[in-house]
């Protein structure tokens, strides 16, 4: 048998690890230059300075006529900031931290326009008092007052959120979710129910003031005590109630259905 040549074969590998540098050198220098070449193309390209931005949102929203401070925000330079050096990713996540912004789309419109379209948060209740410095939207997220949508004009008070000192604009306040859940359900399935406003001072109890059909006057208001659950069922058993009110021209004005397939109804206290 003919022994094998070590040195052969130790050339053999040379050439062959050689070869593969080589291949890799190329490689490396060809994803060098295709990538320069769309920096000169994309980023470098005078074409594509950024020329406008446009914002889009909801019709009364806080964003919707802020576009300097939006651009001061995401640091956009018109006339200096090139199109293509936006991570739109980043611009994104970056107005989405503001708790008054549920959602945003950011876009490239070709050669010169930036697009971005703000969804925003929409305020249902005040907390604590009329003068409060937060309101929450439908999904309990609290925002300040000044920094979000104004409409507080008519919105309602939950009263009894506790530790305001602690609140923070974007914090999820859990606490207002049957509150919440009732204010949601009056504006949107039974809008002839007004609600003024809604204790949760009570454990697993709303204490509520409400007008009917827009009867409004100080003889006017309901004080209703229901569970925190089950909204939907008792403001359906509230309808009767309050239909059978009018109908029979009662003067009861404090309805409680805290107890199981009854309403209680008693007078407004004298004086």
């Known amino acids: 048998m003919k022994t094998p040549n070590i040195q052969s074969m130790k050339k053999k590998s040379v050439w062959i ?13 060809s994803v060098l230059f295709i990538w320069k070449m769309s920096v000169n193309m994309f980023e470098g390209n005078p074409r594509f300075t950024l020329a406008e931005v446009r914002i889009n949102g909801n019709k009364n929203g806080f964003w919707t006529n802020k576009k300097e401070q939006i651009c001061s925000m995401l640091q956009l330079r018109p006339g200096l900031t090139n199109l293509f050096s936006l991570n739109l990713g980043a611009l994104k996540a970056k107005l989405t931290r503001e708790p008054a912004i549920e959602s945003v789309t950011v876009s490239r419109i070709l050669p010169d326009t ?6 925003e948060r929409i305020p249902i209740a ?7 410095h937060y309101v929450t939207d439908a999904d309990c997220i609290l925002m300040q007052k000044g920094r979000c949508m104004d409409i507080s004009y008519s919105l309602p008070i939950i009263i009894g959120l506790r530790n305001e000192q602690n609140f923070v604009p974007g914090m999820k306040a859990g606490a207002l979710k049957g509150a919440v859940e009732l204010i949601e359900l009056t504006r949107t399935k039974w809008p ?10 009570r454990p697993n109890t709303l204490i509520c003031a409400i007008y009917y059909k827009n ?4 003889d006017e208001i309901f004080r209703v005590v229901m569970p925190d659950t089950n909204i939907e069922t008792s403001l359906k058993r509230l309808l009767q109630v309050l239909e059978h009110i009018l109908e029979t021209r009662n003067k009861a004005r404090h309805i409680n259905l805290d107890f199981k397939g009854q309403a209680v109804l008693t007078m407004p206290a004298e004086g």
């Not at 690890?17 to 890799?24: D, F």
């Not at 002839?192 to 001072?201: D, G, K, N």
């Open 192 to 201: 002839e129910i007004r609600v003024a406003s809604v204790a949760i001072t």
């Open 17 to 29: 690890w050689l070869a593969i540098g080589i291949i890799l050198l190329l490689l490396a220098g």
């Open 126 to 132: 005040l907390i604590n008092s009329p003068r409060s």
């Open 215 to 218: 009867r409004i006057g100080s």
């Open 114 to 119: 930036l697009t971005i379209d703000i969804v």
